[in-house]
């Protein structure tokens, strides 16, 4: 395939308004097709509101959120089922049957960098995943007395308040948010206070589920910490079965991590086409964010790493300040984010645009590595840290043959010296964030619907005497983002260049 195409999918010479607007709007489309049904069929519980509301809907929105969802792909049905699977999990565990249920999830409250300049506002993965709601330091609490098979949902959220709104925009306020998030009933934050207290006390005994650890509103936590205290509740984590809830992605996760992904891929392509000697990693870091934005992105999935020749030795370098040798390999390491999914991905390739022979011969190793790995998911199944031991079997293999490692070293050592030369995990699961539930271990065999990256690298510092002089201060890394299915696993950033006379194709051929 003529490495140009890859740019031709969406942008041409030129990320075009038009040819941007056409795919979303065919992908708005397939995505009310696939879930939205005709209003006749609607329940009366599931409608989203009309006016203006404290973040987009299919009402002010259209173009971002398709008709009857009420975030992009996701309907009101779906987050509720989800409530409903979590309570389930929670009130199953073991000695906590016959108990009263309180569960807390927080929002993130904002994060100021200084005074009254505040960060991106980004909202609690979880509490996300469970209600749509954007506003910030907003409460769900789901209440399951012992006595009773349901559970009730207050929704604490930020009343209207015409002074507040002068400043940071419009809320939706307690009168609309039941509606909007189709939760049982809606209170201003102001109340949560007495509410806990009240409820905790009343509902002996029972359990309170809440994230003590790294808590994402710190302002609640001391009231949580009080109503313990009064009402003698245990303290459990939902975090745990919320996590092995979000590593299995639905079908509308499935759709949007396609699109975050292929968003970030046709990106880093962009960024190859603008690379040329003289220019900033700075600059290369500009094009890919503004791609992405021009896309469809919110913004970056996390600051990425664009780092020029020996500077890709560092596995965390995000400078991004130094100009582009002509002999050097460029990596990056980008994502974007689409509606909170993620996609990451990593990419290495020849400033110049054309491999050296040694270059090439490190980059071909780990492609192939990668390669065979992303078989391994569909053959086996394997858990991640199995994915990694395989990483490092076929990494030292390959050194040893290409004469970069010595034969006569044993297979342990050779897995060690492997290791050595790629230090980071081969993999981890993608979603919400970039490390997608991390209390689902890395042991657990891989499943269907699962999302997760394949990230094989060689990382030869300029002064590691181990290796040949001709490959030393050279940083390779090849990611992918694969879709487990019940068949052959799905790369879902499969637009993004990686074979060598496809990158060689694209590096060079568009200005800046």
Request: net charge neutral; with cysteine.
């Amino acid at each position: 395939m003529n490495g140009i195409k890859y740019l031709s999918l969406r942008f041409g010479k030129l990320v075009t308004k038009n040819s941007t607007r056409v795919l979303r709007q065919k992908y708005l489309r397939q995505m009310s097709t696939m879930q939205n049904p005709p209003d006749s069929e609607l329940k009366p519980q599931f409608t989203i509101p009309k006016g203006i509301v404290g973040q987009p809907t299919c009402h002010t929105h259209p173009h971002l959120v398709p008709h009857g969802h009420l975030t992009c792909g996701i309907t009101q049905m779906e987050y509720k089922e989800r409530r409903e699977v979590l309570v389930s999990k929670l009130i199953g565990e073991v000695d906590n049957v016959h108990r009263s249920h309180v569960i807390v999830i927080p929002a993130a409250r904002k994060q100021y960098m200084s005074d009254k300049i505040p960060y991106v506002f980004r909202q609690n993965s979880d509490f996300f995943y469970l209600t749509g709601c954007l506003e910030p330091s907003a409460i769900l609490v789901m209440v399951k007395p012992a006595t009773r098979d349901t559970y009730k949902s207050i929704l604490f959220v930020h009343d209207k308040d015409s002074h507040a709104e002068l400043w940071e925009g419009p809320r939706t306020g307690c009168n609309v948010a039941a509606t909007l998030f189709a939760v049982d009933e809606a209170q201003p934050v102001d109340n949560f206070n007495n509410f806990l207290h009240r409820t905790v006390a009343a509902s002996k005994p029972s359990v309170l589920w809440y994230h003590n650890e790294t808590p994402a509103n710190p302002d609640i936590h001391e009231t949580i910490r009080s109503s313990l205290r009064q009402g003698q509740a245990a303290l459990e984590d939902p975090q745990r079965a919320l996590h092995q809830m979000r590593v299995v992605k639905s079908p509308a996760e499935v759709e949007l991590m396609k699109e975050t992904c292929y968003i970030g891929s046709q990106s880093v392509n962009m960024a190859m086409a603008c690379t040329k000697p003289g220019v900033s990693e700075h600059a290369i870091s500009s094009v890919f964010e503004y791609t992405c934005r021009m896309s469809g992105a919110e913004h970056g999935a996390f600051p990425p790493v664009v780092a020029g020749g020996p500077r890709a030795t560092h596995i965390h370098y995000v400078a991004n300040n130094q100009l582009l040798d002509p002999r050097d390999m460029l990596l990056i390491d980008a994502g974007c984010q689409r509606w909170l999914y993620n996609s990451d991905i990593s990419r290495t390739w020849p400033v110049s645009g054309k491999f050296s022979k040694h270059h090439r011969i490190l980059y071909e190793l780990v492609l192939s590595v990668q390669k065979r790995l992303i078989e391994l998911l569909g053959e086996q199944r394997p858990a991640l840290d199995q994915l990694f031991d395989h990483m490092c079997r076929l990494l030292g293999t390959s050194l040893q043959q290409e004469g970069i490692l010595p034969k006569n070293i044993d297979t342990n050592e050779l897995i060690g010296r492997a290791y050595r030369l790629c230090p980071h995990h081969v993999s981890h699961y993608l979603g919400l964030d970039v490390h997608d539930a991390p209390l689902v271990r890395r042991r657990v065999p891989v499943c269907a619907n699962m999302v997760v990256t394949v990230e094989p690298g060689i990382y030869i510092r300029p002064d590691d005497t181990t290796v040949p002089e001709e490959f030393r201060g050279v940083g390779i890394r090849i990611e992918d983002d694969v879709l487990i299915t019940e068949g052959d696993p799905i790369v879902l950033t499969d637009a993004c260049a990686k074979e060598v006379h496809d990158i060689e194709a694209i590096v060079g051929k568009q200005n800046i």
